[in-house]
């Protein structure tokens, strides 16, 4: 085969299976979330889940660690918040933060006219030398120190909830005799590089980890968005807890795990119009995430891992690659122009398939469709982040959130 014949039909392959992959990709999200629960409505005063609620008490937790840009925000969305039930209270547990974290929060919880017991403001002090402890473990596992009620809910210091977002998701709980509730946020984004890869990144999350799956007991399929959990405090404390997890990075889905490999129930919903998740505010944000987390997300598979990363490359970097190479291939090869019009219209055929997904996205996600046409320049940082991934948790060298090492 001579090259001009096989360029020709590399492209036309290329093409058809972007297209492909892009079309196989909306099918199944909706197929998934055309069967995905989602949070119910909160209880009507004078129902049976009313009173159950009045009876019972949650703690929430907000782990801290130089969090001055969205703890205001956060806390003003809990402490205003409709009464979840007859005793409920707001921990925040600030890790050490270098910022002005703690003083902004007490601020925020004045205004709100939260004082103690319905607001409580502790140090987490120094992590144990002789210890390996990541992320939020070490901030959770001394919030839980000071915890007696019936549920505790953690939450991230980058969530935004709705007034009746903590009544809602209680009775949900309740009702459905659930150990850990964990709901799944309506994504925001606000920066360039949020833009160009949170979209791609959402619908790779969607589908996934199935939610059918990970709410059936007989499924050992187990997901949580640790953003929300919200647990029953028995169950939390027979799995052992964030102190038993005290080096898992992605310690989310390892809870999740437990809570159903110990026999305990998990429920996943949906809560996309019940609150607000903002990741990441800059480039660097992300991609300190994004690469913490990429290959253990993928059960630490290697070769998952970096084969994720070349799908979205092809799927989503590939038709705007191949359109203009294609049609210039098209013109200076007049022997291979049938082929080369098919692969550019393949090509066409999978960016038109780019804004249906994200005419999906803004549909079930309400994510709008803002520089929906950088997905192609976003796949190509997804399709960094794998290999780079991959090099940071085997090595160790670089692998950090919010600049504390994970090894």
């Known amino acids: 085969m001579d090259p001009a014949t096989a360029l020709g039909w590399a492209l036309l392959s290329l093409a058809a299976a972007a297209a492909l992959g892009l079309l196989t990709l909306i099918a199944g999200l909706a197929r998934v979330f055309a069967q995905a629960p989602r949070l ?31 703890i205001a925000a956060c806390l003003t969305s809990m402490l205003r918040s409709e009464a979840p039930c007859g005793d409920w209270r707001v921990l925040l547990v600030d890790d050490r933060s270098s910022d002005a974290t703690v003083a902004i929060a007490e601020e925020s919880a004045g205004a709100c006219g939260a004082t103690e017991p319905r607001f409580s403001l502790l140090d987490a002090g120094a992590r144990p030398e002789d210890e390996r402890w990541v992320g939020k473990n070490w901030a959770c596992s001394r919030a839980m120190e000071q915890v007696s009620s019936d549920w505790v809910l953690f939450v991230d210091a980058d969530v935004r909830l709705q007034p009746a977002t903590l009544r809602r998701a209680l009775a949900q709980a309740s009702a459905d005799g659930a150990d850990l509730l964990s709901l799944a946020p309506r994504l925001s984004c606000g920066c360039l590089a949020e833009w160009m890869v949170q979209p791609i990144m959402v619908s790779l999350l969607g589908l996934g980890f199935s939610i059918e799956a990970a709410n059936d007991p007989a499924s050992p399929v187990a997901f949580a968005a640790g953003p929300f959990m919200l647990f029953r405090r028995s169950a939390y404390a027979a799995i052992g807890g964030h102190r038993a997890l005290a080096a898992e ?159």
């Open 249 to 407: 990075v992605v310690e989310d889905l390892a809870l999740a795990r437990r809570i159903k490999q110990g026999g305990h129930r998990l429920r996943y919903l949906l809560g996309l119009d019940a609150l607000e998740l903002r990741m990441y505010s800059d480039f660097a944000s992300l991609w300190e995430g994004w690469t913490k987390n990429w290959l253990l997300g993928l059960d630490g598979d290697v070769a998952r891992a970096l084969a994720a990363s070349s799908v979205v490359l092809l799927m989503f970097s590939g038709p705007w690659l191949m359109t203009p190479a294609a049609a210039f291939a098209a013109v200076l090869l007049p022997d291979q122009r049938l082929v080369l019009l098919a692969a550019l219209a393949f090509a066409l055929t999978g960016i038109c398939l780019q804004l249906v997904l994200r005419l999906w996205t803004r549909r079930h996600f309400q994510v709008p469709l803002t520089l929906w046409w950088l997905m192609g320049a976003g796949a190509l940082v997804v399709a960094a982040i794998g290999p780079v991934s991959v090099w940071r948790t085997l090595s160790g060298r670089g692998w950090t959130w919010k600049g504390r090492p994970l090894a």
């Open 40 to 70: 119910m409505e909160q209880p009507e005063p004078g129902t049976e889940a009313s009173e159950a609620l009045a009876s019972t008490s949650l703690t929430v937790v907000v782990p801290t660690y130089n969090e001055a840009a969205n």
